[in-house]
């Protein structure tokens, strides 16, 4: 019976370590379905996230730099946005940092990152691995 208890008390102090490990932040809007997955996929898995309304509070120059050291400032256009199609961003060329510095409207979200690593748009299999390698 005492092993038993021990058991479980390690178990439930394994499942706080792995949710206390890793801090997930997410950048997107309250409107955004994607968004909204992804913040459904890490709280299904008791993942502390910390929600960056893009609509508030735009990507701050530090912040941005550490999403596009894993990728391009090109992957984080949503060419199919609304804002992208209005401003008619596909028939002129453009320089997508300043477009993005501009027009946070047309960055595709979410943005989710943690410990230097980034990732834009839905990206279930690499933020499983995230957990896993915690």
Known sequence: MKLNFVSKALQIITIQELTTMIEIQIFGTT??????????????????????????????????????VHNSA??????????????????????????????????????VRTKGKSTVGIQESIWKEWISNK
């Open 74 to 111: 090109y992957s984080l256009i949503d060419t199919n946005s609304k804002a992208y199609k209005d401003g008619q961003y596909q028939f002129i060329n453009y320089d997508p940092l300043e477009l993005i510095q501009d027009k946070p409207a047309v960055i595709k979200t979410p943005i």
């Open 31 to 68: 409107k955004c379905k994607e968004s909204q997955k992804a913040l459904r996929f890490f709280k299904e898995r008791n993942i502390k996230t910390h929600f960056i309304d893009l609509t508030e509070k735009p990507l701050a120059k530090r912040e941005l730099e550490s999403i596009l």
